[in-house]
T-cell receptor
């Protein structure tokens, strides 16, 4: 149980285009999902907390107009990188909190974004 | 906000030896401390966690200790195997209605056969 999927697993796009990444909880309902960014050989940096049915809470320094988050259902959250630039190239990972299991988070497999 | 320091950044051991990774945290309100293992290009996998009402937890070759007074917690891996080679991250969370995890910078563990 507690499986989280992400799609796509990798994407290459041109500078200036937008990319949407989906995060799904497959066998449980996730009222809270998290989006992280991880640069090579670095730690996971929380970008935002996504709550079903409400606006996402962004961490300091993360541009909410550039990284659009939508959590429209209990099993799906999406991250859209708008007007992507090469510096947005990174590994984006989502996680979902299992309700009733304290603070435990389960991670998706990640999406490798490369912006040319 | 919370700040988590992790040491060492790299650790190389011989197969069969023990490995210890240490973390300190700054927010005394933190009460949940998970450890994740991440292989290259893969998702972080929860390997063990501990809550603030417990001082030690063990799961086969893996154990975690927590010292709330000193605000530090450690991961102990005994009888290391080459497949234990990965990056290990510690994290801390304040709990309550705030479920955010703050991660340490990670430790690259290499187990040499």
């Amino acid at each position: 149980g507690a499986v989280v999927s992400q799609h796509p697993s990798w994407v290459i796009c041109k500078s200036g285009t937008s990319v949407k990444i989906e995060c799904r909880s497959l066998d449980f309902q996730a009222t809270t999902m998290f989006w992280y960014r991880q640069f090579p050989k670095q730690s996971l940096m929380l970008m935002a907390t996504s709550n079903e049915g409400s606006k996402a809470t962004y961490e300091q320094g993360v541009e909410k107009d550039k990284f659009l988050i939508n959590h429209a259902s209990l099993t799906l959250s999406t991250l859209t990188v708008t007007s992507a630039h090469p510096e947005d190239s990174s590994f984006y990972i989502c996680s979902a909190r299992v309700q009733g299991r304290f603070n435990e988070q389960f991670f998706g497999p990640g999406t490798r974004l490369t912006v040319l | 906000g919370e700040n988590v320091e992790q040491h060492p950044s790299t650790l190389s051991v011989q197969e069969g030896d023990s490995a210890v990774i240490k973390c300190t945290y700054s927010d005394s309100a933190s009460n949940y401390f998970p450890w994740y293992k991440q292989e290259l290009g893969k998702r972080p996998q929860l390997i063990i966690d501990i809550r603030s009402n417990v001082g030690e937890k063990k799961d086969q070759r893996i154990a975690v200790t927590l010292n709330k007074t000193a605000k530090h917690f450690s991961l102990h891996i005994t009888e290391t195997q080459p497949e234990d080679s990965a990056v290990y991250f510690c994290a801390a969370s304040p709990g309550g209605s705030n479920y955010k995890l703050t991660f340490g910078k990670g430790t690259l563990l290499t187990v040499n056969p």
